[in-house]
């Protein structure tokens, strides 16, 4: 939740820059509060604009997140590129059993999706909804 989220003031598109800033550094790191240090200072800079407390200092449209991102992606390549990955099973952290079927079905969307990939081996469900609710 953006600082202004969570003060009750008015929000806009730069509160969910906030947010994308939160699952980027989140998706980089493995943690909630990873620690930025080992990666490209490029990517630093975004994730840190982008979890700027002051709403005027974020980027100011998800547009200039993907300008800066492509941008940050023209150094030297991967040693050894992703072929296979797998998609773990969504946690339903509200607790209630009638929406269950949201983060079965995020799950299932992103493995479908991402399978249509020819270069990328994706983990079938059967396989990943073994670890389903497990830490």
């Known amino acids: 939740m953006s600082p202004e989220q969570r003060e009750g ?4 598109a730069r509160s969910d820059i906030y947010s994308l800033g939160l699952v980027l550094r989140e998706m980089a790191t493995g943690t909630r509060a990873g620690s930025l240090q080992e990666l490209p200072e490029s990517f630093v800079h975004i994730v840190v604009r982008c979890l700027a407390t002051a709403a005027d200092a974020r980027w100011q ?3 200039d997140v993907r300008q800066a991102l492509e941008g ?4 030297p390549p991967r040693k050894a590129p992703i072929d296979s990955l797998a998609v773990m ?3 339903n952290v509200g607790g209630n ?3 269950e079927y949201l983060s079965d079905g995020i799950t ?3 493995i479908n999706s991402l399978s249509g ?3 990328l081996r994706v983990v079938s469900r059967s396989r990943v909804f073994r670890y389903k609710a497990r830490k």
């Not at 940050?72 to 150094?75: I, L, T, V, Y």
Request: glycine content about 8%; overall charge negative.
């Open 89 to 91: 099973p969504f946690e």
């Open 108 to 110: 299932e969307t992103l």
């Open 61 to 63: 449209s998800a547009a």
């Open 72 to 75: 940050a992606g023209k150094g």
């Open 9 to 12: 003031q008015a929000c806009d």
């Open 117 to 119: 990939i020819s270069s």
């Open 97 to 99: 059993p009638d929406t």
